[in-house]
C-alpha cells in the first residue's frame, strides 16, 4: 500500500510529519505484531499459530500512514485560513469563480454570505463573523464605518454596474424607454426593495430622476434581494423588472429590454473592506488584494461588471 | 297494524340475527337475555343499521328490501325511537326537545296534539327546563312524548323500564299502558324483564341468541315454553332434569332427583324431560294434612329473599324449590330459614318440557 | 404607533378573519368526513390535511407558488382565462393564510365531531331529520365549543403567518404588508423601535388569541 498524499498540504511539511508520525506510532500504537502473537498465546493449544512477518509489516505502515495523515490534515487546517465573505447577491456568480481560483493557489478557504447588501450590514452589525464585507452601494460601507465596524484602511471601491430593464424571454413587450414602463401592459414590476437594497435604491433613484416614480411606484413588487426580482421575471409572474446587467447576463430566462443609460442613473460603487473584528486579518487582507488583481478584474469583466481602476 | 320482518339475517358478534315473524299485536314484546340481538333488531326496523339480508314491511310499506337493493331512509319512515339511554338532546330545552320532530305546518300534520301529549304523560311543568335537569322517570316521559309528537305509525323501545329502579318502573307503566290506549299506537317493545312484558304486551317474541325461539300471546308462552331455553328465560323459577318413569291416562310420574311428582304427560312420549315448576304454583303447608293435591314434598327452607309484596322462599326438596308466597302468609307461618316445610304442587302447574 | 403601522395591524387582522371564515365550510365538511367514515383514501387525505403543520412554512408556499403563478397550473388558468392574478396580491396573503391555519381547524373540529354521542344523530333522523338538518341542529351544535376553539387557533396562526405569505405575496407595502413580514424587514434595515412596537401587538393577539381558545375548551369540560 503507498502512503497518500492530499492536496492540501505542502510537501516539506509533509516530510517533517512523517518522521514525526514514525516516532509517535510505536507510542500510540502497539505494532500488531506483539499484540496478536500474545492473543493467541493466551488461548491454549494455539502456541503453534503465528501470524507472518510480511503482513505484519505491510500493516504497521498502513497505521503509520493513517496516523500521519491524520496529523497532518489537522495541522494543514490549522494554517490554513478560513475566510469569510458577505458579499452583495449580484456578486455571486463572479466571485464565486474568482474564489474557486484563490483556494486552488493559496490554500485559504473561503465561505460566502451573498444576500441584500442591507441584510449583510444588519448582521455585522449584530456581530455576525464576517471577515470581509463587499458591498453594492457606499451608503451601506459608509454606515459601518460610522459604527466603527470597518478597517478603513482597507476600504477600496472597484467595481461598478449598471441598471437594465429584464422581460422574460418570450415576453413581446418593448420598452425602448423609462416611460414606457407606465404602461397598462406593464402591470407589475419587480425590484429589489428601495427602501434598503441598493440594487432597489439604484433603480428608484433612476425613476426618481425621470420623475416617473409616483407612477410606477404602485406597481412595484419588491423583492428581499436583487437576484430575488430576477427570479421574480423568470417565472412570469410579473412583466418586468429592475437588475443589475450582470444579473441579466447569468440568466438565459430574461432578456434585457432596456439598459438604463449611465447618465440617467446614479453612479452605482461596490466597496469591499475588512471588518475590524475579523479573526483572520491577514488572509482577509492577502484576499482583498487579489480581489484588486489583474486575474480577479479579468473574471468581473467577462461578467460584464464596470471597473474603474 | 302489520310488521313484517323477513329472511332476517344480520350477523352480530358472536351470532347472527335471524327471523321470519309476523308482528300483529297491539304491543309486542321482544323478550330475551340481554345481547341477543334485541337492540339491533330495533335499529334494523328504524332504518339505522343495515343488513346483508332483510325484508321490512310496515302495513302496506316496504321499508326494506336487500334483494332489490331498497331501503327508505331513517327519516322517512315514521318510526318513533326511544333507546335506552333515552338521547335527550343536552343542548336544547325540553321543549325544544319536544318539538323537534314535530312537521311544520301546525297541528294538521301530527296525529296527536302537543297539549293532549304533554298531559297526558304529565310533563307540563317540565318544558322550561334543560334537559339535564330532570330526574330519570322525568327523562324517561320527555323521551316518549318527543317520540310521539313525531306522529309515528309504530313506536319502538328500547329496554323503557331498565335504568330505573322499582318504584319508578311502576309509575312509568301506566304511562306506556296510556300510550297503548290512548294513542294506540303500535309498539314495539324490548325487553329482558317478565313483569314489564306481563304488563304491556299482548304478543311475546322470544329472541335467544339471534333466533325466535316462541312467538304468540303473552301468557301463552309463559305458561307453555316450547323448550328449556324459552322456560329459563320466561322466568319459570324452577327448572329441573327429571325422568318419566310412568305415563298413563294422560298423567306421568316424574322423579327429579329422588322426588315422585305427577305431572300431565307431554304430547311427545320421551322419557326425558325438564320439569318446569313456577314459584307462583308451589303452596307451602306445615304440617302434611291431607288435600286433593298430588304433590306433597318435604323440604328446608334455605334462604328468605323479600320482593316487594311477595317472598321468594328458597328450598331443597332433594333439588332447588322455589316458592313464591306472600309476606303476610309468610309471617303467619312462621317461616324461617332452616325449618323444615312441606312444598304442594298442583299436578297441572308442572309442566314438562322434553330434553 | 404611526398610521402605517396601525392600518398594517388592520390588514392583518381582516386578511385573517377573512382566511377563517373561508376555510370554515371546507374545513368543517373536512373534519366531519374524517370522523365518521371509514373510507378509501381516508388515510392519505388525512395526511394531506396535516401536510401544512409539518411542512416548513416556505416549502408549502414554495408550492402554492408554483401552483398559482401565472406559468402554474391554477394560477395560468385564472390569468390567461379570467385575467386574475393571485400571486403578489392580497389575494395570495389570504391563500396562504387559509393554507396554513386550515390543518388547525380540521385537526379541533374533527375532534369535537367525534366526541358527539351517534345515537343522538340517529335519534334525531328517526324523528324526521334528513342528513343536513341533523349535521345543523344536532352535530354542529354539540360540536360548537371545538369547533370555535379551532377556529381562534387558525387565527391566530394567521396573524403569525410569515413564510408561506412571503413566498407568494412578497411584501409590497400597502397591499400586502402584513404584521411578521413587516417586523422581519424593519429589523432588516434597522427600524428597530417600529420593529418592537409590531411585536408587542403581536404578542397581545396571540396572548388573547390562545387564551381564549384554552377558555373555551375548559368551559366544555366543566359542564360535562
Not at chain 1, 494554517?79 to 493557489?105: H, M, P, R
Not at chain 2, 325438564?274 to 314434598?297: H, K, P, T, W, Y
Not at chain 2, 302468609?329 to 302447574?349: D, F
Request: glycine share 8%.
Amino acid at each position: 500500500m503507498t502512503s497518500e498524499r492530499t492536496k492540501d498540504f505542502k510537501p516539506g511539511v509533509f516530510r517533517k510529519a512523517y518522521h514525526l508520525c514514525g516516532r509517535l506510532v510505536p507510542i500510540i500504537l502497539k505494532p500488531a505484531a506483539d499484540r496478536k502473537i500474545k492473543l493467541e498465546t493466551n488461548q491454549p493449544g494455539a502456541a503453534d499459530v503465528r501470524a507472518s512477518g510480511g503482513i505484519l509489516q505491510k500493516l504497521n505502515d498502513m497505521k503509520k500512514t493513517l496516523v500521519c495523515a491524520l496529523l497532518l490534515f489537522t495541522v494543514a487546517r490549522i494554517q490554513a485560513a478560513e475566510i469569510s465573505v458577505f458579499a452583495a447577491a449580484s456578486l455571486t456568480d463572479s466571485l464565486k469563480e474568482i474564489a474557486a481560483g484563490y483556494e486552488k493557489t493559496s490554500g485559504d478557504k473561503i465561505t460566502f454570505n451573498f444576500a441584500a447588501s442591507s441584510t449583510l450590514a444588519r448582521q455585522i452589525e449584530e456581530g455576525a463573523p464576517a471577515d470581509i464585507f463587499f458591498s453594492a452601494d457606499e451608503a451601506k460601507m459608509d454606515g459601518l464605518e460610522k459604527k466603527g465596524l470597518i478597517d478603513t484602511a482597507t476600504r477600496k471601491s472597484r467595481l461598478g454596474n449598471a441598471l437594465v430593464v429584464v422581460v422574460t424571454a418570450d415576453s413581446p413587450l418593448q420598452i425602448r424607454s423609462a416611460g414606457d414602463l407606465t404602461t397598462a401592459a406593464v402591470k407589475q414590476i419587480a425590484l429589489a426593495d428601495p427602501k434598503a437594497v441598493p440594487a432597489g435604491i439604484y433603480a428608484q433613484a433612476w425613476l426618481t430622476r425621470q420623475q416617473l416614480w409616483p407612477a410606477i411606484e404602485p406597481k412595484i413588487v419588491p423583492t428581499e434581494n436583487v437576484r430575488a426580482a430576477l427570479a421574480a421575471v423568470e417565472s412570469g409572474n410579473v412583466e418586468a423588472g429592475v437588475v443589475y446587467k450582470t444579473d441579466a447576463g447569468i440568466s438565459k430566462k430574461v432578456k434585457v429590454a432596456y439598459e438604463v443609460p449611465a447618465g440617467d442613473a446614479p453612479a452605482i460603487s461596490y466597496p469591499m473592506a475588512m471588518v475590524k473584528e475579523s479573526s483572520q486579518p491577514d488572509a482577509a487582507k492577502k484576499f482583498l488584494n487579489y480581489l484588486d488583481s489583474k486575474e480577479a478584474g479579468d473574471i468581473f469583466k467577462k461578467f460584464g461588471f464596470i471597473l474603474r481602476d | 297494524m302489520s310488521l313484517l320482518l323477513k329472511n332476517i339475517s344480520l350477523p352480530l358478534e358472536s351470532f347472527a340475527l335471524g327471523m321470519d315473524v309476523e308482528v300483529r299485536g297491539r304491543v309486542t314484546a321482544v323478550f330475551g337475555p340481554s345481547g341477543a340481538g334485541k337492540t339491533s333488531l330495533l335499529d334494523l326496523i328504524a332504518g339505522l343499521r343495515r343488513a346483508p339480508s332483510a325484508f321490512i314491511q310496515l302495513d302496506d310499506r316496504v321499508l326494506t328490501d336487500t334483494a332489490k337493493h331498497f331501503s327508505v331512509p331513517t327519516h322517512q319512515r315514521g318510526i318513533g325511537y326511544v333507546p335506552q339511554d333515552l338521547a335527550l338532546f343536552p343542548h336544547l330545552s325540553v321543549r325544544q326537545n319536544l318539538l323537534y320532530g314535530c312537521k311544520p305546518g301546525g297541528a294538521a300534520g301530527r296525529l296527536f296534539s302537543f297539549d293532549h301529549v304533554i298531559e297526558i304523560l304529565e310533563i307540563q311543568p317540565l318544558t322550561s327546563r334543560g334537559v339535564t335537569e330532570l330526574s330519570g322517570g322525568e327523562k324517561q316521559r320527555v323521551a316518549l312524548a318527543r317520540a310521539l309528537l313525531a306522529s309515528p305509525r309504530l313506536l319502538l323501545l328500547d329496554e323503557p323500564l331498565a335504568s330505573l329502579d322499582a318504584p319508578l318502573k311502576a309509575k312509568i307503566i301506566p304511562y306506556l299502558t296510556r300510550i297503548r290506549d290512548e294513542f294506540r299506537i303500535p309498539m314495539l317493545c324490548v325487553t329482558h324483564d317478565r313483569s314489564e312484558a306481563l304488563a304491556l304486551a299482548d304478543e311475546i317474541i322470544v329472541l335467544v341468541n339471534g333466533q325466535v325461539l316462541q312467538t304468540g300471546p303473552v301468557l301463552d308462552v309463559f305458561n307453555r315454553p316450547a323448550s328449556a331455553d324459552v322456560a329459563a328465560i320466561a322466568g319459570v323459577e324452577t327448572l329441573q332434569a327429571g325422568v318419566i318413569t310412568d305415563s298413563h291416562e294422560g298423567l306421568a310420574t316424574v322423579k327429579i332427583h329422588g322426588a315422585t311428582l305427577t305431572a300431565l304427560a307431554p304430547a311427545t312420549g320421551t322419557r326425558e324431560v325438564f320439569g318446569c315448576i313456577r314459584g307462583e304454583d308451589v303452596i307451602l303447608q306445615r304440617d302434611a294434612a291431607a288435600s286433593s293435591v298430588r304433590n306433597r314434598l318435604p323440604a328446608r327452607i334455605m334462604a328468605l329473599r323479600p320482593e316487594g309484596a311477595l317472598v321468594r322462599v328458597e328450598l331443597d326438596a332433594g333439588f332447588p324449590l322455589f316458592a313464591l308466597v306472600t309476606r303476610p302468609a309468610c309471617a303467619e307461618l312462621a317461616l324461617r330459614e332452616g325449618e323444615p316445610v312441606t312444598a304442594l304442587i298442583k299436578t297441572p302447574a308442572i309442566h314438562l318440557v322434553p330434553r | 404607533m404611526t398610521l402605517g403601522e396601525w392600518q398594517i395591524v388592520w390588514f392583518t387582522a381582516w386578511v385573517s378573519a377573512l382566511s377563517t371564515l373561508v376555510i370554515l365550510p371546507f374545513g368543517l365538511a373536512l373534519a366531519w368526513a374524517l370522523a365518521w367514515r371509514d373510507w378509501p383514501g381516508k388515510s392519505i387525505v388525512e395526511t394531506l390535511v396535516s401536510l401544512p403543520l409539518v411542512m416548513p412554512p416556505v416549502a408549502t408556499g414554495l408550492i402554492l407558488l408554483k401552483l398559482f403563478g401565472r406559468r402554474g397550473a391554477i394560477g395560468g388558468f385564472l390569468h390567461d382565462r379570467l385575467n386574475f392574478d393571485v400571486i403578489f396580491t392580497w389575494r395570495a396573503v389570504l391563500l396562504a393564510l387559509s393554507v396554513m391555519s386550515l390543518p388547525l381547524l380540521v385537526r379541533s373540529a374533527r375532534v369535537a365531531f367525534e366526541e358527539v354521542n351517534p345515537r343522538l344523530e340517529q335519534i334525531a333522523r328517526t324523528l324526521g331529520s334528513g342528513g343536513w338538518r341533523v349535521f345543523f341542529t344536532i352535530t354542529v351544535p354539540l360540536a360548537a365549543r371545538g369547533i370555535v376553539a379551532g377556529m381562534i387557533l387558525a387565527f391566530a396562526r394567521a396573524l403569525g403567518e410569515f413564510g408561506a405569505t412571503i413566498m407568494v405575496a412578497g411584501n409590497i407595502p400597502g397591499k400586502t404588508s402584513t404584521l411578521s413580514l413587516t417586523i422581519f424587514q424593519d429589523v432588516q434595515i434597522g427600524q428597530d423601535s417600529s420593529a418592537f412596537r409590531l411585536l408587542g401587538v403581536s404578542v397581545v393577539l396571540a396572548f388573547a388569541a390562545v387564551w381564549f381558545s384554552e377558555f373555551l375548551l375548559r368551559r366544555k369540560r366543566k359542564t360535562r
